[in-house]
């Protein structure tokens, strides 16, 4: 599977995005896709996953509340909405397909491109 990251963009504090990953090719039930996110000079830090069978959703503490990750299985394709976002949340998010459910980006072995995600305050 490949995947594609869209959605990103300039918005201002307590604004909103949505975040699209689309994937090419079958997602299994087993796999978990997830959203990692990087700021310059930061590592690669977890956002929020969901399992594409069951829809399980973890989040990062630092977006709970405030994102909705969510698939729509007819379109192979995951979004993340993005709600009252701060200028913390300024990152390169990323889409990563995965075995197990994990927070390490190390444990996912498909990417796809980043999306820019600037916020201004």
């Known amino acids: 599977v490949q995947l594609q990251a869209s959605g990103g963009g300039l918005v201002q504090a307590g604004g909103s995005l949505r975040l699209s990953c689309a994937a090419s090719?079958?997602?299994?039930?087993?796999?978990?896709v997830a959203w990692f996110r990087q700021a310059p000079g930061k590592e690669r830090e977890f956002v929020s996953a969901?399992?594409?069978?069951?829809?399980?959703?973890y989040y990062d503490d630092s977006v709970r509340g405030r994102f909705i990750i969510s698939k729509a299985s007819a379109e192979n394709t995951v979004y993340l909405q993005m709600n009252n976002l701060k200028p913390d949340d300024a990152a390169v998010y990323y889409c990563?397909?995965?075995?197990?459910?994990?927070?390490?980006?190390?444990?996912?072995?498909?990417w796809g491109q980043g999306t820019q995600v600037t916020v201004s305050s």
């Open positions: 990563a397909a995965g075995i197990h459910y994990s927070t390490t980006h190390r444990d996912y072995d498909t």
């Open positions: 090719g079958r997602i299994y039930s087993s796999k978990i």
């Open positions: 969901i399992r594409w069978g069951s829809g399980i959703r």
